[in-house]
């Protein structure tokens, strides 16, 4: 079974920081991983996505995320964060269709970031 | 761009009722997802479909039914609703990889 851990419920970084939001998998074969953001009573938005390649993707809103096989890792950074990037952030993993049905996305449970001015 | 919408932003019910929460994407996706989601419990997959009236069991299936008729719906009922289903409802679909969500749904069952 896949899984995804977001090991902080909470990350506060002051505005024009640097800011990092930690993502680790659990999944059998190689995993597409994805950011995604959600504001306040909102949909999740989609922000980027590794599926291959380089390891450094770049996403929506000056978002990238690096790919660690080694670490099983995919963490969000923002070289320099906004107050309008304060949301709740989700990582997800899945397993590219192998056929017989589809794959869900499994969810972390999320991390809320907080810019402060 | 890809539009997936969700048939009520909010919505009362009363406990005991059968309630339909339907959901709609532009995409010709096959794949669709319902998820839950809860403070503290982030998104929980109850049901998902990879084709017309094809479904699987998500994690937490107990109390829901689906139905997809259509490429483009996918439907939650809830055949007896209940206090512990008061939630937020976020439906998605998928083609190969990345989902697009729903704005979502919050139900609250009294």
């Known amino acids: 079974a896949q899984s995804v851990a977001q090991p902080e419920d909470q990350v506060n970084v002051a505005e024009g920081n640097p800011l990092t939001v930690k993502c680790t998998y659990s999944?059998?074969?190689?995993?597409?991983l994805f950011w995604y953001v959600q504001y306040p009573n909102r949909g999740l938005q989609f922000l980027l996505k590794?599926?291959?390649?380089?390891?450094l993707v770049k996403g929506s809103y000056g978002f990238e995320a690096e790919f660690n096989k080694s670490q099983t890792s995919f963490h969000l950074k923002k070289p320099s964060a906004l107050v309008s990037d304060s949301a709740l952030y989700f990582c997800a993993v899945r397993v590219p269709y192998s056929g017989g049905g589809a794959d869900g996305l499994t969810f972390g449970k999320g991390t809320h970031l907080i810019i402060q001015p | 761009d890809v539009k997936v919408t969700q048939s009520s932003r909010y919505l009362v019910k009363r406990t005991g009722e059968k309630v339909f929460l339907e959901c709609v994407q532009d995409m010709d996706h096959e794949n669709m997802f319902w998820y839950r989601q809860d403070p503290g419990l982030g998104l929980r997959l109850i049901y998902f479909s990879y084709d017309v009236k094809m479904k699987e069991k998500g994690d937490i299936p107990e109390g829901y039914s689906v139905s997809r008729e259509k490429k483009e719906r996918f439907s939650l009922i809830l055949e007896s609703a209940s206090t512990n289903q008061t939630s937020m409802y976020l439906c998605?679909?998928?083609?190969?990889?990345?989902?697009?969500f729903g704005q979502g749904t919050r139900l609250t069952v009294v």
């Open positions: 590794y599926i291959t390649g380089d390891n």
């Open positions: 998605a679909s998928s083609g190969r990889l990345e989902a697009f």
């Open positions: 999944v059998s074969g190689n995993p597409y």
